[in-house]
């Protein structure tokens, strides 16, 4: 799965219950396992950061004086 | 008859009648009840028909005679009045009496004596039967019941008008100077006699439709034998149903008649019912005159009071007005109060209300986050997990598996090959005639074949034999058959 | 409670007592206590006058000569 | 509720008391509110004249001769 | 929600509490969180407005004379 | 079968397979038996190189920072 | 036949097939009866040093460690 602008937070998860869910049924060969991974570890580094923008969003809509603190 | 007729005169015949009433009954005094039918007085003496009687028939009848002597003798000892009552017709007497004879007057009765208590005895029996009936009836308190007038005015005056109780009242009354302005309306009646009690009756009747106030009914005096006509049951009945009260002036000394009994009140004389006619009159005005300055008291007195009362209302009106006003405005105070409290509230509570969902707001958009991030770890651990846990997966079984495999497959080839090889090898040393050949056994051939399997005929043949040592070459001679079986041995 | 010929004192004390207990029990709506003052105050000018007019003929009857006096 | 001249003291108390209680039970919606406690204070208001006025008639009625005085 | 001038205090506590009811549902996706929040943030500060006139206008209500100094 | 970087797990463990299915069968001549076996575990060992090497891969994608310890 | 280097166990094996089945249809001549019989012998062995020395071959092949031990 390329990972670009136009990817969402929800397809990415999508995604990656895919894998899990691939990896659980032993569906994946182990020629691709590791780039199978690697693609996993990129989702969920996208992930993590859409996570982390959207706090940054969400106190700063919250808390807007706050915003320079941190 | 006529001979021997003895012929007395009368004057001889009745001269013998009153010897031998003389010798009979001489001095001798009988005691003789009987009634009196008839009484005649003259010249002081007293000429009496006596009478007894049964089942009201006339059962003895007798002339009497009470001389002028005896009648003194016994009044003195009876009383004038008392002794004219009893002796009148119709009264039940005991008599003491002489039986004497005259020769002219003929069989005569004198009386001596009069025991008057038989007599009263009768009458007193009477009146307590009367007494007994109207209590029975109730009537004895009817006339209690009515109200007497403070001032009689009115009066219906029952009475003989001739007589002395009769003039007694209206003197009384009128003597009066304090008040004199009475209306009399006078109903005669004879108050002694036969005709008495239905004229008492009807007069009574006659009273009551009248305009009075109150009826009188005076008799001034008499014997208890007199008096007795107030005794009777229908006058007394009349008089207690009477509507107008009555009262009564009926001239005696000791007991009351029936009458007396049943009316509003009694009183001793005619005179004794005009006196309280004039007191009541006379003890009203007093009561009337005291009450009137009291009334005036009063009536002073309760203007001022209610005048107090008054005032007392004026001023709780402006109080209670005021009060009331105020009650309201603080009640007001208090509304206004209440409004801005809890309107205030309201608004309080909605901020906290709304405060509470900011914080829950931002607490569960963290929790998303957080939920979120951890979620993403977990994920990229299951990741890591699986895809280790497979490679693991493969080493232990696939790879392992497949060794053991070609092991366990290749030592088994090997086995079952060394199984085959070593049965071709058994199979060789059984083949091996050599074998044979040491135990002392021969093989015989002709021409290469087996002298068992050659056909034809064997004789003249060339047989070799070899031994495990040699190999001989001889000449068939002779072929002898044995059994078949030992034909196959070798 | 109309006040006429026919009113008696006693009618009329007792209204007003009614009236004082109503205001005492603070019975009386607001709306029409002037009202009920106003009838209050009528019952109380026609029983002085009653009063007044009774005390006259007491004296009256009592000192008849003094008549033309009071 | 309008307030007008035939507006009585009683139904201006009862609409007070209905207002008072609502607010307690806090039925008043916030949107609505200062509408709702405008309308009580205008009820207060009329009370407040109606008990004035009401004391001025009664004070004229029971002490007529007060009246240029107070 | 559009906030403007029709809107209710109640409908936007309403659809404060929807919001809230949808986060903690897990209704919510990532990807709208920001924007969700940031529609809450609008609706309480909208809210907060709206208390803060109504408590103003009780106070001018109730008390027209402290109208200067509050 | 050469064993070289074109081969895949895969391509191996297919081979390993046949090779299994082969004695099973009995295929193998026991001239050729020894040669056979030893092809086979040199697939064996090319498997077991490329599950090693996969597996380093893996915990080095997913876990970085820990490289220099494993 | 001579048994050398070249010698497979299958030819061997085919060999003894033949001498077995000619024994058996007694179609040795008397005269090369027993060079037939010592031939066998001779082939037997051969087969069965093939085997053990496949077997050993085998084992050291799977099994490297063991190698000192059996």
Redesign the interface.
């Known amino acids: 799965m390329e990972i670009n602008d136009k990817l ?3 397809e990415a ?1 999508q995604r ?2 895919e ?2 869910g691939e ?2 049924r ?1 569906e ?4 691709v ?2 780039s ?3 693609e ?2 990129s989702l ?1 580094e996208f ?2 950061e ?2 982390d923008s ?2 940054d ?2 106190k700063k ?2 808390d807007p004086e706050a915003e320079g603190q941190t | 008859m006529a001979q021997n007729r003895k012929v007395y005169s009368l004057s001889q015949l009745n001269q013998s009648l009153e010897n031998h009433f003389t010798t009979k009954f001489g001095e001798r005094t009988f005691w003789v009840t009987a009634e009196v039918i008839k009484v005649n007085a003259k010249n002081g003496n007293f000429y009496l028909e006596l009478a007894d009687s049964k089942n009201n028939t006339m059962t003895a009848k007798s002339s009497a005679t009470l001389w002028s002597r005896n009648y003194r003798v016994i009044q003195d000892q009876v009383g004038a009045t008392e002794l004219q009552g009893i002796l009148k017709p119709g009264n039940n007497v005991l008599f003491a009496l002489k039986i004497t004879y005259h020769p002219v007057y003929g069989l005569k009765l004198n009386i001596l004596d009069i025991d008057p208590a038989y007599s009263y005895g009768a009458i007193e029996k009477r009146r307590q039967e009367v007494i007994e009936k109207l209590r029975a009836a109730q009537l004895l308190d009817k006339q209690k019941s009515l109200k007497l007038p403070a001032i009689i005015k009115r009066i219906a005056l029952i009475g003989s008008p001739d007589t002395s109780g009769f003039t007694d009242f209206n003197d009384e009354l009128f003597s009066n100077h304090a008040f004199n302005k009475f209306v009399i309306k006078v109903f005669p009646v004879r108050v002694q006699g036969e005709q008495a009690v239905p004229e008492l009756i009807s007069a009574v009747k006659e009273a009551a439709c009248f305009d009075a106030d109150v009826i009188v009914i005076l008799r001034g005096g008499g014997s208890k034998m007199d008096l007795a006509i107030f005794d009777n049951f229908d006058l007394a009945n009349t008089i207690a149903s009477s509507r107008l009260p009555v009262l009564t002036g009926i001239g005696h000394e000791t007991d009351r008649v029936v009458a007396d009994l049943v009316a509003h009140s009694f009183f001793k004389t005619p005179t004794a019912v005009a006196a309280y006619i004039h007191y009541a009159i006379a003890s009203y005005k007093e009561i009337m005159g005291d009450l009137y300055d009291r009334i005036i008291h009063r009536a002073q007195r309760l203007i001022s009071v209610e005048r107090e009362e008054f005032n007392h209302i004026n001023r709780y009106l402006q109080h209670h007005s005021g009060t009331m006003i105020q009650y309201w405005r603080t009640q007001f105070q208090q509304f206004e109060n209440e409004v801005i409290t809890a309107a205030t509230s309201i608004v309080h509570a909605s901020k906290r209300t709304q405060d509470n969902t900011i914080h829950q707001l931002i607490y569960q958009v963290e929790r998303t986050v957080q939920d979120h991030q951890n979620e993403v770890d977990r994920m990229l651990e299951d990741i890591k997990v699986n895809a280790v846990h497979l490679i693991d997966q493969e080493r232990k079984f696939s790879i392992v598996q497949r060794i053991d495999q070609i092991r366990s497959h290749s030592i088994n080839q090997l086995e079952r090959y060394a199984v085959v090889l070593e049965n071709y090898n058994d199979l060789l040393d059984m083949l091996n005639p050599h074998k044979m050949l040491m135990e002392g056994y021969t093989i015989s051939t002709i021409e290469g074949t087996d002298v068992q399997d050659v056909a034809g005929a064997l004789t003249g043949q060339t047989l070799k034999t070899l031994t495990s040592k040699q190999l001989i070459t001889s000449e068939i001679k002779a072929v002898k058959n044995t059994t078949k079986e030992d034909g196959n041995q070798r």
Chains 1, 3, 4, 5, 6, 7 share one sequence.
Request: aromatic share 4%.
């Open positions: 969402t937070y929800e998860m990656l219950k894998i899990v990896l659980e032993k994946v060969k182990i020629d396992l590791s199978t991974v690697s996993a570890k969920v992930c993590r859409k996570l959207t706090e969003d969400i809509i919250i």
